[in-house]
């Protein structure tokens, strides 16, 4: 059960166009919401989190936007680069004790120039 | 400071083997959280440790197991390897200071193992 839905799960952009993914989640105790940048051969990387009490964060040209009462939240990549190409995946957790992060399935992000 | 090592990179094995995979999360990281990466279904967790302990398991058979040793160091073990085990296993550490989920995990680069 995906309890994480990401979409799209391909992306083409244009180099300084803007890239957006979409995310939506089920479970209402998640209150972390990070975002991984995975590029290949590695492993993913935390790009930037937020946590429902903000309707948005922004470092760079990363942004997420937060829809509580949606249940759901996007990332925006502002002036896209070719080197922003790699494989996205949004995440949800609950902060506290040992719960177990779930991720979406994953949108591989391709900026041609 | 050095990352998180998985060992071995790549692995090809045939159905019925098993395999044991092996991580070392970067100093001072006691938490260490184990996944399976496929095209079609992401990023599953499969479990964590915590001081030795597993905090937590996702949703697989038991043919899937895993330890963590006293320096932090993490093994985990597939038994009776099926086709459908072929995935990137990746492991993750974190500091997990206070129990808290939001402390960043930090990815190995994986181990490729392919069932024939």
Known sequence: ?113 | KAGVTQTPRYLIKTRGQQVTLSCSPISGHRSVSWYQQTPGQGLQFLFEYFSETQRNKGNFPGRFSGRQFSNSRSEMNVSTLELGDSALYLCASSRKTGNLNTDTQYFGPGTRLTVL
């Open chain 1, 1 to 113: 059960q995906q309890q994480v839905k990401q979409s799209p799960q391909s992306l083409i952009v244009q180099k300084g166009g803007i890239s957006i993914i979409n995310c939506a989640y089920e479970n209402t105790a998640f209150d972390y919401f990070p975002w991984y940048q995975q590029f290949p051969g590695k492993g993913p990387a935390l790009l930037i989190a937020i946590r429902p009490d903000v309707s948005e964060k922004k470092e760079g040209r990363f942004t997420i936007s937060f829809n509580k009462s949606a249940k759901q939240f996007s990332l925006h990549i502002m002036d896209s680069q070719p080197g922003d190409s790699a494989t996205y995946f949004c995440a949800a957790t609950v902060s506290g004790g040992y719960q177990k992060v779930t991720f979406g399935i994953g949108t591989k992000l391709q900026v041609i120039p």
